[in-house]
């Protein structure tokens, strides 16, 4: 499955973004979907997760009650509603994808990944 993401930007802090995770090749109905961000000089961190059918969620504390991630099976994408940024939100976010798989927080887990979109916050 090839996985392109988008919707990064510039936001002041308190604002919001939305980011999409559109899916090709293959239906995603059956993947675990996650986003995880980098931030320069710092290692690939978890950010949220979702199943494959949407049932349960999981986000790292830093961003629980902020970001919401969903998933639109019918259409093939994952979101992340992003609100009240902050400006160490700043990153370079990616979407992931685990065939079959249930949930992790384990950035080697997953087996595909999209190009990445840069979020910056500005305070």
């Known amino acids: 499955v090839q996985l392109q993401a988008s919707g990064g930007g510039l936001v002041q802090a308190g604002g919001s973004l939305r980011l999409s995770c559109a899916a090709s090749?293959?239906?995603?109905?059956?993947?675990?979907m996650a986003w995880f961000r980098q931030a320069p000089g710092n290692e690939r961190e978890f950010v949220a997760a979702i199943s494959s059918d949407g049932g349960s969620t999981h986000y790292a504390d830093s961003v629980k009650g902020r970001f919401t991630i969903s998933r639109d099976n019918a259409k093939n994408t994952v979101s992340l509603q992003m609100n009240n940024l902050k400006p160490e939100d700043t990153a370079i976010y990616y979407c992931?994808?685990?065939?079959?798989?249930?949930?992790?927080?384990?950035?080697?887990?997953?087996?595909?990944w999209g190009q990445g979109t840069l979020v910056t916050v500005s305070s």
């Open positions: 090749g293959r239906t995603v109905s059956r993947y675990a």
């Open positions: 992931a994808a685990k065939y079959r798989g249930t949930y992790s927080r384990n950035v080697n887990w997953y087996d595909f």
